[in-house]
């Protein structure tokens, strides 16, 4: 059946019983490729049903559907002309894992983090009234990204202007974690007036037959009643921000979704939200039973759902693992440690935290502004909180970071987690530009350590600090460990001489290290001597070890950073040298000014230029030249 799918229009040609059998044949497409190459499985096994209503309903080229975040859109890239590049999904110079606009005619939008689709949804369908063609725009949020508050404000605006946008939401109660807040109670309520929700909907479909006087009289006597039945039903919120609603209804009856779907398109005008009921991982009964494990995988065995990593006694330790530990370990010592996370209790490794310290830990859901204002509410009591969120998405708060944490110098204390490259999830989730956004706030302490010694000394050290923000980023992926090498305690701006030299000093900040590293013990094999530094602190910068540079004769300094070079670390070590007036260049070695692709970590850094092999050519023809 998959094979005779060359465009969605051919979709629209198949009957109930046909689309159920290609379901079945997406599904086992989906597991297919996420089985060899990882990806989102357990979002995209969700929707297949709703993915192929859709298709059979709309035309996504005139009804522009757009998909918040992305992730569980592998079966609509399947449907939309790209089933052939599908072995390509997240690979290098490959298919994306999230929607882009750059990559096919039918992605609307460009997604990959959460709440932004009702926005975007209104936009485009804005954008059509204006150009005269005012075509029905639908958009699919899951109720995870609805917690957040654009995904508000977005519905807000719409039902204030009574525009044909339809939302559908594919409630599973899941987002990567399991939902929390007030939001998912409202959900389960809305679920127990499912009787009430059914007769609603079968008046409604009975009175689409009636002549068109007695139908307008009859839906104006049904809104009075709504009016009042609002005050005591549940999904009167939705209703009365100008929404209709219609639900909840079952996620993979496809004949009920294609019904609906139909009735909404040719007799319902302004805004409506579709509630659909689904369950992540629906299909494969591994991810059924684990959502949260099967949400993002790497490449595992589809026969027995255990994933292709090698056997180890001794598995390798996560930078997040020992976040979370040693957090947990301080906690019991210091009972004003809190932690707050932003829906991401598993990724950031925090769940020990959370499970014996559960009145100190604040899962916000997808509010990662609220995350960060709430903790500056906290320090003005003499809270210390830890507000754990990845590198990439911390940048939704930065207002926060700048006018409720650092203009009222509050010491709120952050754990970035996936700082730098993350490999296939790509431009929507590299942490690449946390060292330059911060470096330019007043007041906040940025630190990055080489290894997870190193995080575990600088979280210790976050602990005690009390005299503003201060934040620590780290990577995603195994820990370094450097056991040849001392580790001296934690200053405030100091950082590390790891090797003395002559002529030319290395310094990095971070886990870029390794490279730094390797690119020093390559020259040296070369009998060339050059210094070793390890920054470890971007603010405030060490300008004493620049001093002390300069009076060795130092004629050149290697900056290295796994982040966006224009106005990170290698820019304030510049500006520092050219303030001070010293006689040293400086060559920055960072990531483009650009976006990085998706792909292998090492792929990419060598596509970059930011490899020790590059580093130590750069040196060798510097010592050439002199």
Known sequence: MLEKIKSPEDVKQLSIKELNLLCAEIRERIIDVTSRHGGHLAPSLGVVELTVALLKIFDPLVNRIVWDVGHQSYAYKILTERNDQFETLRQFGGMSGFNKISESKYDAFGVGHSSTSISAGLGIFAAKEIKGKPEKVIVVIGDGALTAGEAFEGMNNTGGMHKDLIVILNDNEMSISPNVGGLHYYLANILSGKSYNKIKKEIWETVQSLPKIIRKRVISSARNIERLKGMIMPNGFFEDIGFKYFGPIDGH?????????????????????????????????????????????????????????????????????????????????????????????????????????????????????????????????????????????????????????ALQNLPVKFGIDRGGIVGEDGPTHHGTFDLSFLNCVPNITVMAPRDGSELEKMIKFMAKFSEGPISVRYPRGKVHHYPELSSPRIGLGKSELVFEGKKLAIISIGTIFDIAYEAYKKVKSEQIDP????????????????????????????????????????????????????????????????????????????????????????????????
């Open 531 to 626: 210094f070793l530094i390890n920054a470890r602190f971007l603010k405030p910068l060490d300008k004493n070890m620049l001093n002390y540079l300069s009076e060795q004769g130092v004629e050149q300094i290697i900056t290295i950073e796994e982040n966006a070079a224009v106005g990170g670390f290698g820019s304030a070590v510049l500006q520092c040298v050219n303030n001070f007036g010293f006689d040293i260049k400086v060559k920055i070695f960072g990531l483009p000014d650009e976006f990085i692709p998706q792909g292998n970590t090492e792929i990419l850094k060598r596509n970059v230029g930011l490899t020790s092999s590059d580093i130590s050519k750069y040196i060798l023809d510097f010592y050439d030249r002199a």
């Open 253 to 405: 009856n496809v004949q009920s979704i294609v019904r609906i779907l139909t009735n909404v398109k040719n007799h319902v005008t302004g805004p409506c939200l579709i509630h659909v009921i689904t369950k992540k991982g629906k299909g494969f009964s591994y991810a059924e039973k684990d959502a949260t494990k099967f949400h993002g995988v790497s490449p595992f065995d589809e026969t027995t759902g255990k994933f292709n990593k090698k056997v180890s006694t001794k598995p390798d330790k996560k930078y997040c693992t020992i976040y979370g530990e040693t957090l947990t370990k301080l906690a019991e010592e210091d009972e004003n440690i809190v932690l707050i996370t932003a829906a991401m209790a598993d990724g950031t490794g925090i769940r020990e935290f959370r499970d014996k310290y559960s009145k100190r830990f604040f899962d916000v859901g997808i509010s990662e502004q609220h995350a960060v204002t709430f903790g500056a509410g906290l320090a003005c009591e003499g809270i210390k909180p830890f507000v754990s969120i990845y590198s990439t998405f911390l940048q939704r708060a930065y207002d926060q970071i700048i006018h409720d944490v």
